[in-house]
């Protein structure tokens, strides 16, 4: 059985890091396109970054550009999502999905399967 699971969630105050983590099992991640969702109180799941499968690109919405890095641990059959300099608007739950294919894509609507989130508060 295919299965996502997303950790790394937390209270941090504004400025702060934190580092998400989606482990896979059932499955090899590198065989996916990963990718990390948010979605905030009363508004629609947005798209945050996406690496490719083999780690040939990675894309990155302009909310998070600069701030976040996706990256892979192909051993630990693992991706991560890195979060810098965190302000209040990033508070939300946050999910991570997968897709068969090559290329990135922040499309919610192309992602499969997805973990069940982790909550990411900012604030002082």
């Known amino acids: 059985q295919l299965q996502l699971v997303d950790s790394g969630g937390g209270l941090v105050q504004p400025g702060g890091s934190l580092r998400l983590s989606c482990a896979a099992s059932?499955?090899?991640?590198?065989?996916?396109?990963i990718g990390w969702f948010r979605q905030a109180p009363g508004k629609e799941r947005e798209g945050l970054s996406s690496?490719?499968?083999?780690?040939?690109?990675?894309d990155y919405a302009d909310s998070v550009k600069g701030r976040f890095t996706i990256s892979r641990d192909n051993a630990r059959n693992t991706v991560y999502l890195q979060m810098n300099n965190l302000k209040p608007e990033d508070t939300a739950v946050y999910y991570c999905?997968?897709?068969?294919?090559?290329?990135?894509?922040?499309?919610?609507?192309?992602?499969?399967?997805w973990g069940q989130g982790t909550q990411v508060t900012v604030s002082s």
């Open positions: 690496i490719s499968s083999r780690d040939v690109s990675a």
């Open positions: 999905a997968a897709k068969s294919g090559w290329y990135p894509s922040l499309g919610i609507n192309l992602y499969r399967y």
């Open positions: 059932g499955f090899t991640l590198d065989d996916y396109t």
